[in-house]
T-cell receptor, first 114, second 113 residues
Framework: KAGVTQTPRYLIKTRGQQVTLSCSPISGHRSVSWYQQTPGQGLQFLFE???????NKGNFPGRFSGRQFSNSRSEMNVSTLELGDSALYLC?????????????FGQGTRLTVV | GENVEQHPSTLSVQEGDSAVIKCTYS??????FPWYKQELGKRPQLIIDIRSNVGEKKDQRIAVTLNKTAKHFSLHITETQPEDSAVYFCAASINNQGGKLIFGQGTELSVKP
């Protein structure tokens, strides 16, 4: 069965622009979480969606937002991009909404802000 | 807030030796502790996990131990091979916080042939 798919794989944006990233979870998975990965900060939790509802949010500014559709696909949006937003953005899907089950990661979207 | 500390940040071993990576978590409500391996340019992949009602778990050359009192958990890799070279991340989560994982900073393991 297909894994977690993230599109696009690479993006280059200019400061001040906005960007939308997409994540398609494994078929049947209802939970999608997003993480930002940078060399300095490691993997940091952005937010999690389950059944189209945001259940948890990390310590990121309001410029970072997301949503989940009825088919469990999720998007995250970053507005007014800053140089510091350059990172690998990973999403992970789970079959259920419980935390103690395996999270399957996508390959990520590499965002570069210039 | 919740925090996971991971040590060491880099680890170099000879092929065949053992490697140990240690993590400490801050929130005593944490009850699930996965370990992920991330090879260069690839996605993180779960290699082993442990729940708070278990003290140790093994899977072939990999084992994880959990000390709830001390809030420590460790990854042990025996008979290391060059293909074990990667960055390893520990994480912790709390069941009533949905899918939120708090990750350690990662350990870059290098296994020299």
């Amino acid at each position: 069965k297909a894994g977690v798919t993230q599109t696009p794989r690479y993006l280059i944006k200019t400061r001040g622009q906005q960007v939308t990233l997409s994540c398609s979870p494994i078929s049947g998975h209802r939970s999608v979480s997003w993480y930002q990965q940078t060399p300095g900060q490691g993997l940091q939790f952005l937010f999690e969606y389950f059944s189209e509802t945001q259940r948890n949010k990390g310590n990121f500014p309001g410029r970072f937002s997301g949503r989940q559709f009825s088919n469990s696909r999720s998007e995250m949006n970053v507005s007014t991009l800053e140089l510091g937003d350059s990172a690998l953005y990973l999403c992970a899907s789970r079959l259920t909404g419980t935390a103690n089950t395996e999270a399957f990661f996508g390959q990520g979207t590499r965002l570069t802000v210039v | 807030g919740e925090n996971v500390e991971q040590h060491p940040s880099t680890l170099s071993v000879q092929e065949g030796d053992s490697a140990v990576i240690k993590c400490t978590y801050s929130d005593s409500a944490s009850n699930y502790f996965p370990w992920y391996k991330q090879e260069l340019g690839k996605r993180p992949q779960l290699i082993i996990d442990i729940r708070s009602n278990v003290g140790e778990k093994k899977d072939q050359r990999i084992a994880v131990t959990l000390n709830k009192t001390a809030k420590h958990f460790s990854l042990h890799i025996t008979e290391t091979q060059p293909e074990d070279s990667a960055v390893y991340f520990c994480a912790a989560s709390i069941n009533n916080q949905g899918g939120k994982l708090i990750f350690g900073q990662g350990t870059e393991l290098s296994v020299k042939p």
